[in-house]
């Protein structure tokens, strides 16, 4: 018999402590996966990676890992039938994760892939650049240095938006002949993705363009010009109707995956023209509920699945507020109170970047969708934080 979690004081954006009752047992869907993929869809989550708590590091020294932890959070989510898509925003690729520690983990995460059989898909950047202007030759070669390295690691490449692109690109021929130059290079299809700049502010203005259909004129034109070399685009917008004008718009073979965490069940379950694969950090902490959700759906059963599903948006808009690029704070919460690391610990000490309203409120709406396998870890734990900030009861 599970031990029943004594109430807590959760403390709310008002400056007020109220009474809050964990629930007893877990959701029923944490004990159905058989770590087999969905049929239907497919589908990756973007996973978030485990720091060291005992390294002496500051806000902004290279990141220090527990690669215990974060290889072994990675093969939690391949058992719940998962691809995981590493190196990526989630994992603090830019806030916190340098290129030596993204190669690093891209490393090692695929060749624990080779070992279980899991599917894999790793970010491709430039931020082995310094800060500062670089030319386009500079930033070709720094994206043709990171695709040759995934690439020879087996992994499936995701080329990501460069921040260093951003900078030097005078326009969208800048980026068509950048990402013309990769595809012709890419041994396999590859995954693009467009992140937008409620992800990174540094990314306003990506594919040559702050107007948005100008932008995805150019971002269509590179898919057109090299339909064989992507597998599919990743649309990070929370911007739903634009992403679904988007996939019907892809050449015939070109998978979407929505990046969308504030729609997902929607552009999943799709419509009479078409739906969206996923690539998503909500994925992270929701990987069992997904999971669930996924072989609903495997059944023809969409009613079902948004059934299941549709309850976690509030959550995922919670973690996804404003200022959206800092999501990744509570997506760490919720695995350390998952009991999936030992730790409230981030890379470039990323765990204050949230007030404690708002980590209380995340640890709320996952206890009620029934997200921690033990409650009452997951409660002593909330209460071990709370009583950090002074929080009494």
């Known amino acids: 018999m599970t031990r029943a979690p004594a109430p807590l004081g959760l403390p709310d954006a008002r400056g007020s402590v109220r009474a809050y009752t964990p629930r007893a047992e877990p959701a029923a869907f944490l004990a159905s996966a058989d770590g087999a993929p969905a049929t239907s869809r497919t589908v990756f989550a973007a996973a978030h990676v485990v720091a060291d708590p005992y390294a002496d590091t500051t806000p902004d020294a290279p990141a220090a890992l527990d690669w215990d932890a974060t290889l072994a959070f990675r093969r939690h989510l391949w058992a719940q039938g998962l691809g995981v898509a590493e190196a990526m925003d989630t994992a603090q690729r830019g806030m916190g994760l340098d290129w030596a520690g993204a190669a690093e983990l891209i490393r090692r995460s695929a060749a624990e892939a080779r070992a ?24 070709l070669a720094a994206y043709e240095e990171q695709l040759a390295l995934v690439e020879d690691t087996g992994a499936q490449a995701i080329l990501m938006a460069s921040r260093a692109l951003a900078a030097a690109a005078d326009g969208p021929d800048a980026y068509l002949k950048t990402y013309a130059e990769l595809l012709r290079q890419a ?52 911007d739903a109707e634009r992403e679904i004008d988007v996939r019907r718009r892809l050449p015939e073979g070109v998978r979407c995956y929505t990046g969308d965490d504030f729609n997902y069940p929607r552009l999943v379950a799709g419509d009479a023209h078409g739906f969206s694969h996923a690539l998503l950090g909500v994925f992270d902490p929701l990987a069992p509920l997904a999971s669930a959700a996924l072989r609903v759906l495997d059944t023809g059963d969409v009613a079902g699945f948004r059934a299941l599903l549709d309850p976690s948006v509030e959550l995922s808009r919670h973690l996804f507020e404003a200022p959206t690029r800092f999501y ?66």
């Open 116 to 139: 279980v059989g899991g599917r894999i898909a790793c970010g491709v950047g430039t931020d082995q650049l310094a800060a500062g202007a670089h030319t386009a030759a500079e930033v």
């Open 187 to 238: 041994r396999e299809p590859v995954i693009l993705h467009w992140l937008g700049p409620m992800f990174d502010p540094a990314l306003d203005g990506y594919w040559g363009s702050t107007d948005l259909d100008a932008a995805t004129a150019t971002f269509l034109q590179v898919i057109a010009d090299r339909p064989d070399k992507v597998d599919g685009i990743k649309i990070s917008l929370l």
């Open 328 to 393: 990744k704070t509570g997506v760490v919460l919720l695995a350390w109170l998952a009991g999936h690391q030992d730790h409230f610990a981030m890379a470039g000490h990323q765990q204050a970047a949230r007030s404690l309203p708002h980590l209380a409120r995340a640890y709320e709406l996952a206890d009620t969708l029934g997200l921690f396998p033990d409650p009452a870890l997951a409660a002593d734990r909330m209460r071990s934080l709370l009583h950090v900030y002074g929080v009494a009861r």
